[in-house]
């Protein structure tokens, strides 16, 4: 009576409500999981172990999937000296791929609005990193001139943006 108690607790209470039918095919994928990596040597595909319990390999796949354990958002991940990093922390993070694309799509066409000179002057400056002594050399130009022909340069993008 004890025992069954138990086993029906562990069935039935989980964080997620999962079928009987569903948890039983799922033990049973694990349980011949086990006997055919032994037989194969190997880890069998879906397909092996749904042909060995004679079901179908979408059914199979939906009740392991179901029977997988939840893993909290709150769990840390990281600890180290006091600090502690969630993983909905590290989940929840955008890696802003999206906004580069657009700034970059942005850039180039304010970029290409620029006659010959000002997109030089721009690329020699943020892209190749020179200072505006070098830039001057360069375009044939003083420090000063480069100085204000940058400044112009970047109010007018501003003001497109």
């Known amino acids: 009576m004890i025992s069954g108690e138990i086993k029906r607790f562990l069935r039935d ?10 948890k039983e095919l799922s033990y049973k994928g694990y349980q011949a999981q086990e006997v055919l990596g032994r ?10 172990l749904a042909e060995y319990l004679d079901v179908s390999p979408e059914e199979l796949t939906m009740a392991m999937d179901a029977c997988t354990d939840v893993e909290s ?3 840390p991940v990281y600890k180290k000296e006091g600090q502690e990093i969630s993983l909905m922390e590290k989940v929840g993070k955008e890696d802003g ?6 700034d970059h799509l ?4 304010l ?5 010959k000179e000002e997109r030089k002057l721009i690329y020699l400056r943020y892209f190749a990193e020179k ?5 001057g050399k360069e375009m044939g130009i003083s420090q000063v001139q480069v100085s204000r022909m940058e400044k112009k340069i970047l109010k007018n993008l501003r003001e497109r943006i």
């Open 13 to 22: 209470d989980g964080m997620i409500k999962v079928s009987r039918s569903l």
């Open 39 to 48: 037989k194969l040597g190997r880890e069998p595909s879906v397909t092996e």
């Open 73 to 75: 958002l709150h769990r």
């Open 97 to 102: 791929a999206e906004e580069r694309v657009l």
């Open 106 to 109: 942005l850039l180039k066409e």
């Open 111 to 115: 970029l290409t609005s620029l006659d």
């Open 131 to 135: 200072t505006q002594t070098q830039v």
